[in-house]
């Protein structure tokens, strides 16, 4: 948070508050769907942990809401009241005003919270600008808002809404891969054709990246095989990161993510990803 006094020509002292936000890319490292509510929500086990990239969000205040987009990815983001940005502010009420630019780092459409992380940091900046507390019922905007209102390592059940704390994660080096398709989420929870699936096992408390990789191993993304099949690339990803120790979708996709054993070992895949991979969102991070 910024708050800057500008001492303007004739002495007269105004207050600017400016607020910057990062919304940081959330990463399901497992995902079980373990039900179906009677309005057609699934119900979800998923250990959710954060990336250390994410989109900026900065606000002033201002008379009127607006939203502006730019940044390397912001080709295609809707700047009118399709962005969830706008539909979080308006959680608030109508008669506030700030003005917002989002600096879109992150693919949307892309399995990594894109949206509904923007939407988080919208409303935890939003409240911090105007004094307020958080609106109720935030998972309206996304499943994925209310554990983005928290990014740490999250067990997230419900429909998105149930969350709990687990033991802490090891240090996670991971590699961050997307080959630039957009998934849209509905179409594939719908070829999702078993929805009752076993939930996710106990989270191991363990330091050592190989050891969590072996559990992440065992468990599921029960998505995965539902988005390859309407998206074949997404397999490509997970093939080009099969030097990691452990490869996976996140959510419904596209991107995926390889767990490595060192900072340096992703550094090397990412080098090598991209090389073959030129037109591909390639990251080399952290996850915690
Ligand atoms: O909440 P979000 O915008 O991420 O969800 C997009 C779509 O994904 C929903 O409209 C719904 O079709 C599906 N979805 C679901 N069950 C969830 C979360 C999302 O069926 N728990």
């Known amino acids: 948070c910024l708050k800057k006094k500008v001492q303007s020509r004739s002495d007269w002292q105004m207050t600017v508050n400016s607020v910057r936000r990062t919304a940081r890319a959330k990463v399901n490292l497992t995902l079980h769907v373990t039900g179906q509510r009677a309005d057609g929500y699934h119900l979800l086990d998923s250990l959710v942990c954060f990336a250390d990239i994410g989109d900026f969000i900065d606000m002033r205040e201002a008379d009127a809401l607006s939203l502006s987009v730019d940044g390397p990815l ?3 983001v809707p700047t009118d009241e399709r962005n969830l940005v706008l ?3 308006r959680l608030f009420g109508a008669d506030k005003g700030a003005a917002i630019n989002l600096s879109k780092h992150l693919p949307h459409a892309a399995g990594i919270g894109g949206g509904s992380a923007d939407a988080a940091a ?3 900046a939003l409240a ?3 004094d307020l507390p958080l609106p109720e019922d935030v998972v309206r905007l996304g499943a994925d808002v209310p554990v983005c209102l928290s990014p740490m390592a999250l067990r997230m059940r419900g429909v998105g809404d149930e969350l709990s704390v687990v033991p802490p994660l090891p240090e996670l080096p991971a590699v961050l891969v997307n080959p630039r398709v957009a998934v849209e989420t509905p179409p594939v929870f719908k070829a999702l054709t078993q929805k009752e699936n076993a939930p996710m096992g106990v989270v191991p ?3 050592d990246v190989g ?4 559990w992440c191993a065992e468990q599921r993304n029960d998505l995965q095989a539902p988005a390859i099949s309407i998206e074949p690339t997404i397999q490509d990803a997970l093939d080009a990161l099969e030097p990691a120790l452990f490869a996976r979708m996140s ?3 596209a991107t995926c993510f390889g767990l ?3 900072a340096d070992s992703t550094k090397e895949l990412a080098k090598t990803i991209r090389g073959k991979h030129p037109d591909w969102w390639v990251v080399a991070t952290n996850f915690s």
């Open 260 to 262: 490595c054993e060192n």
């Open 205 to 207: 408390e363990c330091a």
């Open 211 to 214: 050891v969590f990789a072996k």
């Open 128 to 130: 911090e600008l105007w």
């Open 251 to 253: 959510g419904s996709g």
């Open 74 to 76: 912001a080709a295609g």
């Open 87 to 89: 539909q979080a502010a």
């Open 122 to 124: 919208t409303l935890l």
